[in-house]
């Protein structure tokens, strides 16, 4: 196996004490920066792990690219633009819903669209690539090293859920204890985050093994932020919200399900047909 079983305990080592560290300065002295650094742990622990496995393999004689273990391919660009579209279809379809319900709660109700796109394309293209920086740094460790490496032990679809779950799990520190996701009491947004984002994981690991390569995750990670927290969030008003939309989102969750599936029954159908072949 190219990812032995003490490469991964090294990489998962240093995720936890990186992240307890990183999570520690933000609850407790409210360092900003903190944040950053807590998103580029699991990268810093995949070039770790990275470089480990390429000394490993340096007696063998087996050439050893750091930047190939942690995904750095091109990638062609229908799983880039499927990166930043399919985000935009889970979580808008239930802002939708939910602006239909609640009109009153809709920042641009009555504004016509044309002024609506004027006012928000901008933001909308542009913190993606904002946005990146920082969901770069964790789609290295995640999709970039964490994938391929569990995949080798538990095949494509466990690895899609386990991923998911660590990922989704990874993030609760910060919804416990920080002010990440407010608005609603911790007994139900901690379920909630992990059932939506165990299903995002799913559908950004999906684009990873069609596409071979961590861009399109990297770019719906980044999609995924930006669009929620600097777009439709911030026109939207409401003390429930955060019950039907957002990472906490009933709507949301059914939303990112519903693809989630479609693209495993995929994954399915294709790796059935590649065995056929065989």
């Not at 990812?3 to 998962?12: D, E, P, Q, T």
Request: glycine letters at 8%; hydrophobic letters at 55%; charged letters at 15%.
């Amino acid at each position: 196996m190219k990812y032995s079983k003490n490469v991964l305990i090294v990489f998962f080592a240093i995720v936890i004490i990186l992240s307890i560290s990183f999570e520690t300065l933000y609850i407790v002295f409210g360092n900003q920066i903190s944040v950053l650094l807590l998103m580029w742990s699991p990268a810093f622990a995949a070039i770790v792990c990275g470089n480990i496995i390429k000394a490993e393999n340096k007696d063998s004689g087996e050439k050893v690219k750091v930047g190939s273990l942690l995904g750095f391919r091109l990638s062609k660009i229908r799983y880039i633009l499927l990166g930043i579209f399919i985000p935009l279809v889970y979580l808008l379809v239930p802002y939708i819903i939910y602006w239909n319900m609640h009109p009153e709660n809709f920042a641009y109700n009555g504004v016509a669209f044309g002024v609506v796109l004027m006012d928000l394309l901008p933001i909308t293209v542009i913190g993606i690539f904002i946005s990146l920086l920082s969901a770069l740094g964790e789609e290295i460790g995640w999709r970039g090293f964490m994938l391929p490496a569990l995949c080798e032990r538990l095949g494509e679809v466990k690895t899609l859920f386990i991923t998911g779950l660590i990922w989704s799990v990874w993030h609760l520190p910060l919804l416990a204890f920080g002010d990440y996701m407010e608005g609603c009491p911790i007994w139900f947004k901690l379920p909630a985050f992990i059932l939506c984002i165990v299903p995002v994981g799913i559908i950004a690991g999906f684009l990873t093994y069609r596409s071979k390569s961590i861009w399109p995750a990297a770019f719906l990670h980044a999609a995924h932020n930006n669009f929620d927290q600097a777009v439709f969030d911030v026109i939207t008003r409401g003390d429930d919200k955060k019950y039907f939309v957002s990472e906490t989102g009933v709507f949301t969750i059914v939303c990112a399900w519903i693809i989630a599936i479609v693209l495993i029954v995929l994954l399915k159908k294709n790796s059935g047909h590649a065995e056929d072949k065989a």
